[in-house]
């Protein structure tokens, strides 16, 4: 999408990956966390959650694992942190495609959960994930991780984003520019800036930086959304695409314009990066994951 | 319902109140606790989200705060936790009554969250209670409750009961009472065996007694649900009765009859404060509890 980007970098260190790779090996321990705590766990419910868990990026996922590394923390220690994202990012997607939010048949380049079992199905399924999330946080012994996620998917956080997106839908008045920076950090800001800070959380340490870098990186993400919506095609995506602009509704792309929007994601990943400074290289894998986020 | 039950015991301590005054503090210390969260919070989600906390008997609340009153905890110390488990009781029945669900239209003497607003506040709704839950308890600094909580909820809890009740509905094999039992012990008995081991857990201390208190209270619980939408009216209810046997399910009161479904829910009574006679005369409020559940 935005090929004027500097190359990501390839790692050589014993632990270290190249960021595909990393991203790949990020996603796939969240999947076998989330696929391990249900082991025992049968029917059309349990089905579900691993069908929607699986075949995503995994982005939310390796933020915990790297930003955790940051600080020497094993990513089999991390792993916990990692699934509980991975499974709420899941069940706000399944919610999301129900007929009475979003109403989405493809996600992920499959049929959407309630398309392909039924819309009660989808809404446990949903539900139980989130649980599952706060089960795996429970196992860790860190009540700060608990109450962090927590707030970052509820009212005040996701959801509450959420609520402002569908709220938005058939309202006269486009929402202003500052109106969808506040939705999008709910809607999908609040579980990146989570992700990203975790490691910090579990370290002891001081989460400003990271969370300065997972607020700009969130943005950068949505802005990418929004014109992928404009750019990109359904097949290559797995999602619907153009739904935005054919409900005239606000967005980046038609406050900024298309120049505007990939001018200002570029801005958010130099920002986000130079949030990381302090760190040194040993932030360069996050720094790949925040140029990642605006070259899907 | 069953008037051959032994009378409510009345206490005179400073902080014992009589069962039904104590059951009304427990539920306003846990809709405030709630209330108090969502301070700031605005909009539809979070208006329906109060809307539907209010009104409850509140004896998930109560549980929790009189199993840590027998350990010496202190009322506002175990607040959070009564309004996390009243939080996740909320959400379960805004889901539960969703069209793709139970389809209720009344709930608490009140029209339903997806009646009063819509489907898609009502999912949404559901969602923030689940997450406000466990930013409550991860306030407390306990992650053991988080980890108990989190698992009752799930797939293998709640969660996993509605679904089974969900399936059950349609086929033409009635539910066996041992797969009853199942249900149950997910659907409804869960969250009560949490709340009832609460306190013993806050504390340290061995939660067995009070876990099989809470097991035994959940049947009897729900043998009096079975109970009452036989014998009961939709206006002192506050829901719709008559559901179940109009639908032709299998329940406690179709496999062991009316007088069978009395008995048994006595007989569960009696063996639950059974389990409560280490603690003597400290755990009397709980008794009182455990007679409420079958007296409704």
Redesign the interface.
């Known amino acids: 999408m935005l090929a004027d980007q500097p190359p990501v970098t390839t790692k050589t260190d014993n632990d270290d990956l190249p960021f595909a790779q990393a991203l790949t090996r990020a996603r796939d321990l969240a999947e076998s966390t989330i696929c391990d705590a249900?082991v025992g766990?049968e029917?059309?419910?349990?089905d579900s959650?691993i069908y929607a868990v699986k075949g995503g990026k995994g982005l939310r996922a390796f933020l915990v694992i790297e930003s955790a590394r940051l600080f020497g923390i094993d990513r089999f220690v991390s792993r916990p942190a990692a699934g509980a994202i991975e499974a709420i990012h899941a069940?706000s997607l399944i919610?999301d495609d129900?007929p009475?939010?979003d109403d989405d048949d493809l996600r992920r380049g499959k049929p959407t959960v309630h398309r392909k079992w039924?819309?009660?199905?989808a809404?446990?399924a949903?539900?139980?994930l989130?649980?599952?999330?706060?089960?795996l946080?429970?196992?860790?012994?860190?009540?700060?991780?608990?109450?962090?996620?927590?707030?970052a998917?509820?009212?005040?956080?996701m959801?509450?984003g959420?609520?402002?997106d569908?709220?938005a839908e058939g309202v006269a008045t486009p929402l202003s520019l500052d109106e969808i920076m506040q939705l999008q950090a709910g809607k999908t800001g609040a579980l990146i800036r989570w992700a990203a800070s975790a490691g910090a959380v579990m370290a002891g340490e001081d989460p400003a930086p990271l969370e300065s870098f997972g607020g700009k990186i969130g943005i950068a993400f949505q802005i990418a959304d929004d014109i992928l919506d404009v750019e990109g095609d359904a097949a290559s995506l797995g999602k619907a695409v153009g739904k935005d602009a054919g409900a005239g509704k606000a967005t980046f792309v038609s406050h900024l314009g298309l120049d505007g929007a990939k001018s200002r994601a570029r801005e958010l990943v130099t920002e986000a990066c130079d949030a990381l400074s302090s760190y040194g290289d040993k932030a360069d894998c996050l720094k790949d994951a925040a140029r990642f986020v605006i070259s899907r």
Do not use: K, P, W
Not at 43 to 46: F, I, L, N, P, W
Not at 118 to 121: A, D, L, V
Not at 137 to 151: K, S, V
């Open positions: 249900l766990a029917g059309d419910v349990a959650m069940y919610h129900l009475c939010m039924n819309e009660h199905i809404v446990l949903g539900d139980a989130q649980a599952l999330a706060f089960e946080l429970g196992g860790m012994g860190r009540a700060e991780l608990t109450l962090g996620l927590a707030n998917a509820g009212v005040r956080g959801v509450g959420q609520a402002m569908i709220a």
